[in-house]
């Protein structure tokens, strides 16, 4: 098993910045593994937004946050980030992080552990 908790969401004005965190727990220590970050916004699916290799050496980005989103993890920690800037209203959603176990990086059923989600509300 392994768990996955986020934070550092919240209420933010457009062009602001926030940083999600996600500690990773369980049987996940000591083993390599891709950390993801999705969101869903209401009455939209969920979509890939990030993900890094455990070393920190591959690192993907959706179109849409290319520039203003950055990805990191501290290993020593077990924590995962995503640094969001400029952020805009329709960034708004409910973010999560996920446990990569095989398959391509930006698909949902690559994944399979997921976090509670932390949301994330940007105003205009």
């Known amino acids: 098993q392994v768990q996955l908790v986020e934070s550092g969401g919240g209420l933010v004005q457009a062009g602001g910045s926030l940083r999600l965190s996600c500690v990773a727990s369980?049987?996940?220590?000591?083993?390599?593994?891709?950390m993801g970050w999705f969101r869903q916004a209401p009455g939209k699916e969920r979509e890939f937004v990030a993900v890094i290799s455990w070393n920190g050496i591959m690192i993907r980005l959706a179109d849409s946050v290319k520039g203003r989103f950055t990805i990191s993890r501290d290993n020593a920690k077990n924590t995962g980030y995503l640094q969001m800037n400029s952020l805009k209203p329709e960034d708004t959603a409910i973010y999560y992080c996920?446990?990569?176990?095989?398959?391509?990086?930006?698909?949902?059923?690559?994944?399979?552990?997921w976090g509670q989600g932390t949301q994330v509300t940007v105003s205009s």
């Open positions: 996920a446990h990569h176990s095989q398959g391509a990086y930006a698909a949902r059923g690559s994944y399979d552990y």
């Open positions: 369980g049987r996940t220590l000591n083993s390599n593994y891709g």
